[in-house]
């Protein structure tokens, strides 16, 4: 069976935490608790077998990992935008969708 692919959801939390450099703000940009953010970073790493962010006490930085994810999950979200817009208004846009690497 192959293995499953990242959770977007959890792409979109690590992302939050990334720009907010905090996991109460991004918990509050995303409309839940702390925890779950916590949960959510913690099981993105285990997958992916990295640590993505330096905790020490009040401050948070990503690691070379978690700069490494940032920028490829601009690049996916990128693409699910334009997935979402093509799917919504098929005759708007032409053209070949690009695969992400």
């Known amino acids: 069976m192959p293995k499953r692919l ?3 959801r959890d792409l979109e939390f690590f992302r939050a935490v990334y720009e ?4 109460s703000t991004a918990a509050r940009v995303l409309d839940t608790v702390q925890s779950n953010v916590s949960t959510r970073v913690a099981r993105l790493e ?3 077998g990295v640590q993505l962010f330096e905790r020490r006490y009040r401050n948070l930085a990503p ?7 940032y920028r490829a999950s601009q690049r996916v979200f990128t693409a699910l935008r334009l997935l979402e817009r093509t799917v919504q208004n098929p005759g708007a ?3 070949k969708l690009k695969a992400v690497r």
Request: hydrophobic share 30%; aromatic share 4%.
């Open 6 to 8: 990242i959770d977007v």
């Open 20 to 23: 907010d450099r905090a996991f």
């Open 46 to 48: 285990r997958r992916l």
């Open 63 to 69: 690691t070379r990992d978690g700069e490494k994810l």
């Open 93 to 95: 846009r032409k053209g």
